[in-house]
């Protein structure tokens, strides 16, 4: 069975750059129709015009508790009710001490990185289920699955989305796959300072089995394999895209 997504819709949230940009080209490759989500209009319309498959741009900060909604009756306008996939990649890190972890900051990483994706789920069941094709796709991080420094608030959220993601399996099948990917250290620009950091390059890929970091269309592939037909039997899964790194021995070697 292909991943060909030959006449089926996305929608990818935290599409403007990153894993998130990586997978909106990968759907668009693999056939489908992609609504791109995200805050940047300017940097939405860069990936939209690499797509060619009628991309739609769609701009919302999905912090604001009225956005799932409004960003869900905005795309099934666009699509005519129609949606196949839904990939929850949109979120909210921040790499704190517990001294300055604060209730702003929890509250802000909670709002994007749990919420929002829970209630876009809800939101665009009806049309998920509606099309033969249902599959929803969290993005989670290895930091949901083992302890990572300085990320406490962000971790709790992540593993909070591989839970939602179980449970919402459960009650959303047979008609809606329901999985997660959990990448590890992938090379975006949110690891832009720390790749400037040779001591920071040198533990986190020393601690990563296949020895160096993701590509984010390493990513991007899994979540399209995730997304089509390819993966039919395949739900309540996490499946962490991380080279190894959740299950290596030596997690706290370097500070990352």
Same mark, same amino acid.
């Given at each position: 069975m292909?991943?060909?997504?030959?006449?089926?819709t996305a929608l990818v949230t935290g599409a403007s750059r990153g894993i998130g940009a990586a997978i909106a080209r990968a759907l668009?490759?693999?056939?489908?129709?992609v609504l791109l989500v995200a805050r940047d209009a300017e940097a939405l319309a860069t990936v939209a015009a690499d797509l060619e498959h009628d991309p739609v741009t769609l701009v919302v900060d999905l912090a604001d508790p009225e956005a799932p909604a409004d960003l869900s009756r905005r795309a099934l306008d666009a699509t005519g009710g129609r949606l196949d996939v839904l990939v929850n990649n949109a979120a909210y890190a921040r790499r704190v001490t517990l001294a300055e972890t604060d209730a702003a900051l929890v509250d802000q990483v909670l709002a994007v990185n749990v919420r929002a994706p829970l209630l876009l789920i809800r939101d665009l069941e009806q049309a998920l289920a509606a099309s033969g094709h249902g599959s929803v796709v969290n993005i989670t991080s290895v930091s949901g699955l083992v302890g990572t420094p300085k990320r406490a608030a962000y971790g709790a959220s992540k593993a909070a989305l591989d839970s939602i993601t179980r449970s919402l399996a459960m009650d959303l099948g047979p008609a809606i796959r329901v999985n997660a990917v959990a990448p590890g250290v992938v090379d975006t620009d949110l690891w832009a300072k720390n790749k400037q950091i040779p001591e920071a390059v040198a533990s986190t890929t020393a601690i990563t089995p296949l020895r160096r970091w993701a590509t984010p269309e390493e990513i991007a592939d899994v &979540? +399209?394999?995730?997304?089509?037909?390819?993966?039919?039997? &395949? +739900?309540?899964e996490t499946i962490a895209a991380d080279g190894g790194i959740a299950h290596t021995t030596d997690l706290y070697g370097g500070d990352v």
């Amino acid at each position: 069975m292909s991943t060909d997504l030959t006449g089926r819709t996305a929608l990818v949230t935290g599409a403007s750059r990153g894993i998130g940009a990586a997978i909106a080209r990968a759907l668009d490759a693999a056939g489908a129709r992609v609504l791109l989500v995200a805050r940047d209009a300017e940097a939405l319309a860069t990936v939209a015009a690499d797509l060619e498959h009628d991309p739609v741009t769609l701009v919302v900060d999905l912090a604001d508790p009225e956005a799932p909604a409004d960003l869900s009756r905005r795309a099934l306008d666009a699509t005519g009710g129609r949606l196949d996939v839904l990939v929850n990649n949109a979120a909210y890190a921040r790499r704190v001490t517990l001294a300055e972890t604060d209730a702003a900051l929890v509250d802000q990483v909670l709002a994007v990185n749990v919420r929002a994706p829970l209630l876009l789920i809800r939101d665009l069941e009806q049309a998920l289920a509606a099309s033969g094709h249902g599959s929803v796709v969290n993005i989670t991080s290895v930091s949901g699955l083992v302890g990572t420094p300085k990320r406490a608030a962000y971790g709790a959220s992540k593993a909070a989305l591989d839970s939602i993601t179980r449970s919402l399996a459960m009650d959303l099948g047979p008609a809606i796959r329901v999985n997660a990917v959990a990448p590890g250290v992938v090379d975006t620009d949110l690891w832009a300072k720390n790749k400037q950091i040779p001591e920071a390059v040198a533990s986190t890929t020393a601690i990563t089995p296949l020895r160096r970091w993701a590509t984010p269309e390493e990513i991007a592939d899994v &979540v +399209t394999w995730l997304a089509s037909d390819a993966s039919r039997f &395949v +739900t309540a899964e996490t499946i962490a895209a991380d080279g190894g790194i959740a299950h290596t021995t030596d997690l706290y070697g370097g500070d990352v």
